[in-house]
């Protein structure tokens, strides 16, 4: 297996422009996680999908983030606009979830967001 | 809220110096404790998981160890491979915490 698979790996945009981060997670897996990282803060979940249905958003910062999973092998994240604050590495994770259990999550090699 | 709590925020040891890094946690029923390595540039790669108190995993030279608050990560004779950021994470309630990582650095 490939393991999680994450575009582009590293990005430099401007202010106010539109930013998209691709993830592909583990085949079989049910739940896709998208973490932030920074020196600061370190890793802080933004949102978490089980099944393709998101489950828990209370990280996302605010609404210029948004997320999708349109389907079991690809999800997004977007930020609109993007400022300055959002430069982090995004790193997108995915794991198996059962009923009652909770699996290691396997990471991507994330995203390095620069935004000037 | 959850918290996570990890100590020191960095460690320096002379190769084989056996020492232990701490990841003390608030939650609210606790699911899993989480132990991760990151080495620069990358993401954190899976070590162990615990999911309760008592409980111990090993391997090579790594040993983890749970209590109701906290978790021990104990290093045998440390190489200088074993040089990285190491995480702890917990789980309540389909909520994940990460702790801010120890950094350990190995020296030959």
């Known amino acids: 297996d490939a393991g999680v698979i994450q575009s582009p790996r590293h990005e430099v945009t401007e202010m106010g422009q539109e930013v998209t981060l691709r993830c592909k997670p583990i085949?079989?897996?049910?739940?896709l996680f998208w973490y932030r990282q920074t020196m600061m803060r370190g890793l802080e979940l933004l949102i978490y999908?089980?099944?393709?249905?998101?489950?828990?958003d209370s990280g996302m910062p605010e609404d210029r983030f948004s997320a999708k999973m349109p389907n079991a092998s690809f999800s997004t994240l977007k930020i609109q606009p993007s400022e300055p604050r959002d430069s982090a590495v995004y790193f997108c994770?995915?794991?198996?979830?059962?009923?009652?259990?909770?699996?290691?999550?396997?990471f991507g090699p994330g995203t390095r967001l620069t935004v000037l | 809220e959850d918290q996570v709590t990890q100590s020191p925020e960095a460690l320096r040891l002379q190769e084989g110096e056996s020492s232990s890094l701490n990841c003390s946690y608030t939650?609210?029923?606790?699911?899993?404790l989480f132990w991760y390595r990151q080495d620069p540039g990358k993401g954190p790669e899976f070590l162990f998981t615990l999911y309760s108190a008592g409980e111990e995993k090993e391997k090579e030279r790594l040993k983890a160890t749970l209590t109701k608050k906290e978790s021990f990560l104990h290093i045998t004779a440390p190489k200088p491979e074993d040089s990285a950021t190491y995480l702890c994470?917990?789980?309540?309630?389909?909520?994940?915490?990460f702790g801010t990582g120890t950094k350990l650095q190995v020296i030959p």
């Open positions: 994470a917990v789980v309540s309630y389909q909520k994940v915490t």
């Open positions: 085949s079989g897996h049910n739940s």
């Open positions: 999908f089980n099944n393709n249905v998101p489950i828990d």
């Open positions: 994770a995915s794991s198996w979830e059962g009923s009652g259990s909770y699996n290691e999550q396997f």
């Open positions: 939650v609210s029923g606790l699911r899993g």
